[in-house]
């Protein structure tokens, strides 16, 4: 969550410490930390970290767009793209793939 949703709610919709940090699932201290600092953003970011998908994503790309342009009964399911790729060789899981499909 961008902390200048929590801003706005403190400071232009006057909603409280506590109600922001249920809103967002974030502590009350870490609520007040946010609203004390002149930072906008969080200073961690996720690192990329290389995924065993990344070297099939122009395969699953081509089967989704190939998948995407026929009609809905003949269309093969994400699940069935994930069994297609294991005989290629990839070892990761259904979720990741489902995950770049929703993507």
Known sequence: MALSVIRRWRHRDKVSIRQIARRTGLSRHTVRKY???????PKYSRPNAPSKLDDYANTLTSWLNREARR???????????????VPLGYTGSYDRVAAFARD
């Open 71 to 85: 009609k809905r009964k003949p269309r093969l399911s994400v699940k069935q793209l994930f069994y297609n790729l």
């Open 35 to 41: 609203l004390a600092s002149g930072v906008v953003e």
